[in-house]
């Protein structure tokens, strides 16, 4: 069922670079409408499998990277709308393509573990795939402001200067993702000690249970990725950070987000290959 929304994507993608290259209305209008249809289409998919699995398919890597490549298209789409700016989709599409080809390829079995049947674990997954759609706009936003920065500086007023937001409107779209996703960031992670605990109790001879710790890559570059934010939040509040630094901070930490997300995910952790 996750190839259609794929095939939207791709032709969503290839209209958005044509749009870009172009700037044809036309070709815009038709990328935007070839994401609103693959998102629907992709939230019946979804539909489908909460209905099957009796909630969000959230457990285990492939069903997250599928709700997390939902959430990211959905949460383009309302900037988009809200902003009626189509240039950054040339840069969010590849990440929604490249991460939808996983759940397209290898579609992911529930795991109807005790311990994934709590709320917490359902808030806990939730909240952090929230955090990551709005952190992955933070850093395609902060991506997209270094790339014009440094042609102003180079005083080649080229295609990015023709094509994307000011500066100063790039700036403060990234602050804004960026403190969405910080708190949700922060409640994914604190609910997820408390599912620990739960799970503990619960089931506590399972060995994805006893392998929760910071001994867990998955648990260890999580928190990572949160201290990496949470120093750029503290930068702008306390130290007036703006600008080329936020930019950076959000790219490397989503560049942890998504080293997170899926190769640890898929390959090295031992508590969450659920």
Known sequence: MNIVPLVLYVGALVAYVLHFARRDPAVGRAATTLLVAGALTHTFVIGMQTVQSGHIPVAGATPAISTFVWLLALAYLYTEMTTDE????????????????????????E????????????????????????????????????????????????????????????????????????????????????????????????????????????????LISWAVYSFEMVAMRLAGWRGRRTAWLSIIGFAIVLFNLVPISLFLTRSHNF
């Open 111 to 222: 795991d109807r573990a005790a311990v994934l049947q709590s709320p917490w674990f359902g808030v806990h997954v939730s909240s952090l795939l929230f955090g990551y759609a709005s952190l992955a706009l933070g850093c395609v936003i902060g991506l997209t402001y270094v790339l014009l920065f440094k042609e102003i500086k180079a005083k080649h007023l080229g295609v990015f200067y023709a094509r994307l937001p000011s500066l100063q409107v790039l700036d403060v779209m990234n602050r804004r993702a960026i403190v969405v996703g910080w708190i949700f960031l922060t409640v994914g992670i604190i609910v997820g000690g408390i599912w620990a605990e739960q799970a503990r109790i619960i089931d506590p001879h399972d060995p994805r249970v006893q392998a929760m710790s910071l001994a867990d890559p998955k648990i260890l570059v999580a």
């Open 86 to 109: 189509r240039a950054m989709g040339v840069f969010i599409l590849p990440l929604i393509v490249g991460l939808q080809v996983i759940p397209a390829v290898h579609p992911g079995v």
